[in-house]
């Protein structure tokens, strides 16, 4: 990095001392001499503070030179770039801001230059020093020299003081109707600086806006798209009108009508696409009649965005997210989905992230699409990337509902307790909480997942979080019962924590467990004051308590102490604390000091913690009207937001400033029963995590949930299934009879594989418990020639089979089919044969044996299509064993091979057909499906590259 800032300040010289007297090289030497001695010296140095000494002698002498009278506007224009240099490591140069606004105001075109640039990166907007640049600025714009009004206009768009807007409009608004592009171009971005820090200043130019957007010049019009897409956010309803003018313009720029140095890599103005993209989803959103306008242009820009490119995955991921945000049209639809499958299942990260990001956007419009990409999404949980990882907990977030918030919230706790970075944990504190709030099963679990997040977020977290919690606990729900046992089982839950020996907690967890003994406790019949009392006190002594935990601690002890028979802890307490040192203490141990004295009067006071009473609270704190009033009168300053002070302390600061940006939480209020989380800790995809069209309910739902889990472990839901054909085991026994046969039933497992390992036996389970209750439920119903039959006996040691033929109703890619054989034996003693197998998707393939002419025909004739390109080990790729793979392994029939191309058929049992056209070429092959059915060529898709990588 000191590298690339040596070559780049070592240039600006050059630049800067261009057609000068005497020749470049010679009036750059002194000058070049002493910067890049500078920064070689700067980066030669081994500590922090041998730098800050050679920096602030380098300050001293720059002070020195710039404030004598001697020195010319050259030597100034130089001095700036070393000040530059220097306010670029951190250092205060704020004795050179005003000899920058002079350079700017007296100087010729190229110390103006430099001028220019040191303002706007020494100044921030509400400096005070840039008013002296107002009227620099105001006759730069009125000048006839291009690079003066440029350098102007720059400045404008930068740091402009918004109270001086009104000196300055006017002649920008000139500067649209200029000749020169440059400058039309420099005055719609300044215009839309204005309108971002005064937006009702520029309200009356909206026509010339229009105006810029048919602009002659492409860099003008893709300047005023940043207007565009800032005011339709705002408002989209007032500029339906322009529908038509932007999707031809996005038809002009995707059928490569511009000029070719806004193309990249081939590929015409991807950035200018993008943006356009935007601005259609905003225009389309819940609107046919706009939508339709933009389905044909979307169309080709999916159609024509098929290069290997990053720059055209981000084209399709901007034509994902329009198609999902306007009225949906079920051709682009399918063709969005087709895009996000392939991003998700590719090989390369960067592409499954998009394809992550996209699909967490696109569940909340229709949830079950994540059933398409479930073991994906599952084998993406134990992705080396940690990005990866959290994108698919994001995912994850969004589809949770009451009957998967327990596997999910499992998987997030997995995560956390691996992570160490602070803000990967704030964030999925807040989204557990607000699960564990929203979906919790029951008392136990909630209270059992909120502890872990106490433990783990420890003090890092928002406190909203803990805040919200407790008043959860305070309120309680319509249940009295209810409150009763969470606020009985939270007691228990602590009381079993604090007699764990040798166990560190945060001291916000510290803070909840004291609170909650401090309200609760008396709830619990088998535990006495003095034991609760003895345990907080014990907590008290810990030299690992902060002064604030403590102090959450005493509280605790005094809502205690007129519950307890024996005072004598609660004596001790108070002989330790009323002489700290801390004040907080120090007046909490008085307080308790003094009620302790008077037991009638504590009783009094703190009965409320056996009623629990509402109590009524002036928000307003209108009682203090009086005080605030004659405050005022003696001149007093009048009170501001907190918001506020924030606002003018951050305007107060040097524009140079390189600590790194905390994390800032808008406080909202709540009401009701809300997410412990208060606020929004997800991704920059908007929408709810709630499961889509349930609504958000304000309590715990601890009725009608389905039991999941027993003894055993987790309960499988059983579903009808699918199944070839069942063959009924013969019944060896001495005179057996057959009576009956059950119909069959099967579950759903929604995994893939032929030979299951034990590995993809547990995604299975875990794909079943992650996706339940996702979309409509996809059952397969087994239709059996006869439900149930009686057959004749069966001699002695002979066997006899029975085969009933079964079919799919509708694709799946994995079932379970069992079912039972009653037989009766001799002594009239019942048996009960049960089986069980599993069967595949695969075990439903047959070869397709037709013709390449009709193999054309039915090409044509299907819509669902999946392209992949699979890499394969070896450097030349030979067809021939391709194709016998495929025939052998996945019972697909070869119709004809041309050239290094391959033609092959199947069918899914009883008559859907399945196309595929094979290429070899290097060391990849290219395979591309069709079928009228989408999840059989995925399927088969994914069958393939499984089959090629391990063969």
């Known amino acids: ?469 407790l008043r959860l606990l305070a309120e309680g729900f319509d249940d009295e019962t209810e409150d009763k046992q969470l606020r009985v089982y939270a007691v228990q839950s602590y009381l079993t924590l604090l007699d764990m020996e040798n166990t560190f907690y945060p001291q916000r967890f510290l803070q909840v467990m004291s609170w909650v003994l401090g309200e609760y406790s008396h709830l619990l019949d088998e535990e006495s004051p003095e034991g609760v009392i003895s345990r907080l ?33 609660v004596e001790k307490l108070i002989q330790e604390f009323t002489i700290s040192l801390n004040t907080c203490l120090r007046q909490h141990a008085f307080e308790l000091k003094h009620l302790h004295e008077d037991v009638e009067l504590m009783k009094s006071l703190l009965q409320g913690a056996q009623t629990c009473e509402d109590t009524v609270v002036d928000a307003s704190l209108s009682f203090l009207d009086g005080f605030v009033a004659e405050g005022l009168s003696k001149g007093a300053a009048p009170y501001k937001p907190h918001h506020q002070r924030q606002e003018e302390r951050l305007s107060q600061e040097k524009v140079l400033n390189f600590e790194p940006y905390g994390l800032s939480f808008s406080s909202s209020g709540f009401t009701g029963r809300q997410s412990p989380a208060g606020i929004s800790l997800g991704s920059d995809i908007s929408g709810n995590s709630a499961e889509t069209g349930l609504k958000e309910t304000s309590s715990l739902k601890l009725e009608g949930v389905k039991k999941l889990w027993g003894k055993e472990g987790y309960l499988p839901k059983k579903e009808s299934g699918t199944g070839d054909k069942s063959e009924v085991p013969h019944v060896p026994g001495e005179g057996a009879t057959t009576e009956n046969v059950d119909q069959a039933t099967t579950r759903k497992d929604q995994a893939q594989g032929l030979v299951q390992s034990t590995e993809e036996k547990e995604r299975q389970l875990l794909a079943s418990s992650l996706f339940v209750g996702l979309g409509p439920e996809n059952t397969i119903n087994l239709i059996i020639e006869q439900p149930g039959c009686c057959l004749p006996g069966v001699e002695t040691e002979s066997t006899k089979s029975f085969q009933y033929g079964v079919q799919m109703e509708s694709p799946s890619v994995e079932g379970t089919l069992s079912g039972f054989i009653n037989y009766q034996m001799m002594d009239t003693h019942s048996v009960r044969l049960e089986f069980s197998m599993n069967l595949s998707l695969l075990d439903f393939i047959r070869p397709l044996k037709i013709s390449t002419e009709d193999f054309g025909k039915l090409w044509l004739s299907f819509a669902n299509d999946v392209k992949q390109t699979i890499k394969i080990s070896e450097s030349q790729v030979a067809l021939a064993s391709v194709l016998t793979e495929l025939q052998q392994k996945l019972r697909l029939h070869v119709i004809d091979v041309i050239g290094n191309e391959g033609l092959l058929a199947c069918k899914l049992l009883p008559s859907t057909p399945c196309v595929l056209h094979c290429r070899a070429h290097g060391d990849a092959v290219a395979l591309w499906f069709r079928s009228s059915c989408s999840v059989l060529s995925d399927y088969l898709s994914c069958h393939c590259q499984k089959l090629m990588e391990t063969s």
């Open 537 to 569: 006190y014990k907590l008290l002594m810990s030299d690992s308590i902060s002064s604030e935990t403590k102090a959450w601690l005493i509280a605790a002890v005094t809502k205690l102490t007129p519950q307890a028979r024996s005072s004598h802890v």
């Open 1 to 469: 990095m000191s590298d690339m800032v040596e070559k780049t300040l070592t240039a600006l010289p050059g630049l800067f001392l261009q057609n000068q007297l005497g020749g470049p090289a010679a009036s750059r030497a002194p000058f070049f001499s002493r910067l890049g001695g500078l920064i070689r010296g700067v980066t030669a140095l081994s500590s922090k503070h041998e730098e800050e000494k050679l920096i602030q002698q380098e300050l001293s002498s720059l002070k020195a030179t710039v404030s004598a009278p001697t020195t010319t506007l050259k030597m100034m224009k130089e001095c700036m770039v070393r000040l530059i240099y220097c306010e670029m490591l951190g250092y205060d140069a704020s004795f050179g801001y005003i000899h920058a606004i002079k350079l700017a105001q007296q100087g010729n075109l190229l110390e103006k230059r430099v001028g220019y640039l040191a303002v706007s990166l020494f100044l921030h907007e509400s400096h005070e020093l840039l008013l002296l640049l107002v009227n620099t600025v105001v006759k730069d714009l009125q000048s006839t020299n291009l690079v003066e009004v440029c350098m102007a206009l720059t400045v404008v768009s930068q740091i402009f003081p918004r109270e001086m807007i009104p000196a300055v409009l006017p002649l920008i608004e000139d500067k649209l109707q200029h000749s020169k592009e440059i400058i039309r171009r420099k005055a719609v971005l300044a215009l839309y600086k204005f309108y971002l820090i005064a937006p009702n200043q520029v309200q009356h130019i909206h026509t010339k806006f229009r105006k810029a957007l048919c602009d002659r010049d492409v860099g003008v019009m893709a300047a005023s798209l940043h207007i565009y897409l800032r005011m339709i956010k705002e408002n989209s309803s007032g500029y339906k009108d322009l529908t038509e003018s932007f999707v031809t313009i996005l038809k002009q720029v995707v059928g490569g009508k511009l000029p070719v140095e806004f193309s990249y890599h081939s590929v015409p103005a991807p950035w200018l696409q993008i943006q356009l993209l935007r601005i259609l989803g905003l225009l389309g959103k819940d609107d046919q009649r706009t939508s339709e306008l933009m389905y044909d242009v979307l169309d080709e820009s999916l159609r024509r965005a098929e290069l290997n490119h990053n720059v055209t995955y981000a084209i399709l991921f901007e034509c994902v997210h329009t198609i999902y945000s306007i009225y949906p049209k079920s051709e682009l639809l399918e063709k969005a989905v087709k895009c996000i499958g392939k991003f998700v299942l590719s090989p390369k990260i960067n592409l499954k992230y998009l394809g992550l990001k996209a699909l967490t956007y696109v569940i909340q419009q229709d949830p079950s699409l994540a059933l398409q990409h479930q073991i994906t999404i599952i084998e993406c949980l134990d992705h080396p990337d940690p990005i990866i990882k959290r994108e698919t907990l994001e995912l994850l977030y969004r589809i949770t509902n009451a009957q998967n918030v327990i596997v999910i919230v499992q998987k997030m706790l997995e995560y956390l307790h691996q992570s160490k970075e602070e803000y990967i944990i704030i964030n999925l504190v807040g989204k557990i909480a607000e699960l564990a709030e929203k979906y919790a099963p029951d008392n136990v679990w909630f209270i059992q997942t909120m502890n872990a997040v106490f433990s783990v977020g420890g003090d890092v977290m928002h406190p909203d979080i803990l805040s919200n919690f």
